[in-house]
């Protein structure tokens, strides 16, 4: 059996619950403030079957502005609207409230129900239907039917229940497979029963028996019966209206506005990536940083607004932002909002979900054209592959990229098979990598591999745990992943905890050791007037390469200072002359190039790097062409 979820929208006593009753024969006034006042305060609900082949679910909502917060609580999940007008007063304010409402949830499929048609004579009727058309021409509801109809004589109810079933036949059902969630819209206990919650469930299953969380309130309790349309059942499924009795769980213990899902397959965001359209209306510009109220499912919270590469959003613009929360929000990329005034006076605006786990972003960067680009028009597999990109080195566990996508185990499965063929993904125990970060990241260890033999010629190897903190953070599985795809090339092998470049044998470790002595001792002799690197090479019988990576090693060492080019000098030397240009100084004050090529007997060629690397160091300071003690 098919089964659909129809919402009601329109103004104050325009008779949307009269019209469910003579629907259903169902009185959706329950409370008693309801009967006495005349309105609708709460959601009521409803159903209806069509024969054997279609259940429908009706939601009806409040149309008094005070209670649009419900309003927009019971619009989503629904997959119809049913628009109530009046025939003797026809398109009202909050008739064109909840328009915009369903409008910016993504509502596109209704029909409109003139009621109260025996009030009216016929001329008057044909006003309203022209009213009506004229209100809705150029929105998704333009093309729907309008039946006019009596709820107290039931005149029409039968057309306008085909109606119902011809469009019905065109919705799609929910599937199962999504990521199981039921926003709570209501709370209460029964006698032998306990604690009753009730909401409309927009995606997954759930059974009798289950574990379940209730978010964000971090809860875990078992349901113990369930309902779909007040009727016990074995399970609920998306799309139905269904009541949940939760094992030990009190009344006061959860409220309105949580969700209850499985545990640990759902996010808490503090911020998330979204859409924003303001609507068209008579209001100034709204501001970047701008604290808003959201309404999203059953939950209310305010929400800072940062508006993504401009400073304002016009009335009519539709944007790419980010909502920064007060208190984390439970959220799928997909879901609608909708956004009113900080006083929650009017409905200003609404948008679409894209991401429910973004970094803070540089307002004005032109990378944010291509995250919008794949977030709004990306297939499936290209968010896939933004989200585990986005994970960085440290990748993404699975279940959390199921969650970023809204997918269950199955789903996103078969997402990535499809990555993993075109070596877009890595899986790596639990956590997805991206090739390229995956790629760079063995690029990294085996560099510093490398880098570290150059620099240690004569130690056996790294350890592998200093090797894994010099590299970018990331889990222990990955990184071991990367070292045994090196060992298994060949390149890299380990001796216990140790790990070095594969083919580094003890005999060449000892001629290492033989020419970094050799050429300590060549710089010793020739002391300030040492020859360039391809003479000390060849009286060495090294190639030059070979003899620069050995003095490069020593000056990280401290052995050797490097001086301006080509320039090596024993840390002697130089220690040497640090004292008795300091000597000279104390006595002298000043120092002039000659006096120093006097002192040490050298050619201008070394007296005046030797001179700028005093000053680099900050042991002395030019002073014209002399030099004083600096400080």
Request: aromatic share 6%.
């Amino acid at each position: 059996m098919k089964k659909i979820v129809i919402g009601t929208a329109g103004h104050i006593d325009h008779g949307k619950t009269s019209l469910i009753k003579a629907l259903t024969g169902i009185d959706c006034d329950r409370l008693k403030e309801e009967k006495e006042r005349g309105i609708t305060i709460e959601l009521g609900f409803a159903h209806y079957r069509f024969g054997d082949d279609l259940l429908m679910g009706i939601v009806d909502v409040p149309g008094h502005e005070k209670f649009v917060r419900h309003m927009v609580a019971g619009a989503w999940g629904i997959d119809m609207v049913l628009l109530v007008v009046a025939a003797d007063e026809g398109v009202m304010p909050q008739t064109k409230e909840h328009i915009d409402i369903c409008e910016l949830l993504g509502l596109d499929r209704g029909i409109v129900a003139i009621t109260k048609k025996d009030l009216v004579d016929e001329d008057m009727l044909e006003l309203v239907r022209e009213d009506i058309k004229d209100f809705l021409k150029g929105r998704p509801l333009e093309r729907v039917p309008i039946i006019p109809v009596s709820s107290t004589t039931g005149e029409n109810i039968d057309a306008l229940k085909d109606a119902i079933i011809e469009i019905a036949n065109e919705v799609n059902e929910k599937s199962k497979d999504g990521i199981f969630r039921l926003p709570i819209d209501r709370v209460f206990t029964l006698k032998g029963l306990g604690t009753i919650v009730t909401g409309t469930c927009i995606s997954g299953h759930i059974s009798v028996g289950d574990e379940i969380e209730i978010y964000p309130l971090n809860k875990y309790t078992k349901v113990r019966n369930i309902q779909t349309y007040h009727e016990d059942a074995g399970e609920a499924m998306a799309g139905e209206r269904v009541a949940l009795n939760l094992q030990g769980i009190e009344k006061n213990d959860i409220e309105r506005g949580t969700i209850i899902g499985r545990p640990d397959t759902l996010l808490l965001s503090n911020r998330i990536d979204a859409t924003f359209k303001y609507l068209k209306l008579p209001y100034k510009p709204i501001k970047s940083d701008t604290v808003l109220r959201f309404h999203i499912a059953t939950a209310q919270e305010e929400a800072r607004l940062v508006i993504l590469k401009k400073d304002i959003i016009e009335p009519g613009e539709e944007l790419f932002t980010q909502f920064v929360f007060k208190k984390p929000v439970v959220v799928l990329p997909g879901d609608r909002f909708i956004i009113r005034g900080s006083y929650a006076i009017q409905t200003i605006g609404g948008g679409n979900i894209l991401d429910i786990m973004p970094p803070r972003h540089k307002r004005k960067a032109q990378v944010l054209d291509s995250q919008y680009a794949i977030l709004t028009e990306g297939s499936i597999s290209d968010k896939a592959e933004y989200h585990v990109l986005k994970g960085g080195y440290a990748g993404i566990p699975s279940k959390t990229l199921s969650i970023l996508l809204g997918r269950n185990e199955t789903g996103i499965n078969r997402i990535l098979d499809d990555l993993k063929q075109k070596g877009k993904v890595k899986s790596v125990g639990k956590t997805l990598i991206h090739m390229d970060r995956f790629n760079a990241y063995k690029d990294m260890l085996k560099s510093y591999v490398e880098d570290f033999q150059i620099k240690n010629p004569l130690k056996v190897g790294l350890s592998k745990e200093e090797l894994r903190t010099r590299l970018p953070k990331v889990e222990p599985v990955i990184f071991q992943t990367a070292l045994d795809q090196f060992i298994h090339q060949g390149l890299i092998e380990t001796d216990k905890d140790k790990v070095r470049l594969k083919g580094v044998s003890q005999s060449s470790v000892e001629d290492i050791s033989a020419i970094r002595e050799a050429f300590l001792i060549k710089l010793l002799k020739y002391g300030l007037t040492p020859p360039g690197l391809k003479e000390l090479a060849s009286e060495l019988e090294q190639q030059e390469k070979h003899i620069k990576d050995i003095a490069e090693r020593l000056i990280y060492e401290g052995k050797v200072v490097k001086i301006k080019g080509d320039m090596y000098f024993h840390k002697d030397i130089i220690e040497n002359v640090k004292q008795h240009v300091t000597d000279f100084l104390k006595k002298n004050k000043e120092m002039s190039p000659s006096d120093f090529k006097t002192i040490f007997d050298i050619s201008r060629k070394y007296t005046i790097p030797i001179l700028e690397y005093l000053d680099e160091i900050k042991l002395t300071i030019r002073s014209g062409d002399k030099r004083v003690l600096r400080g």
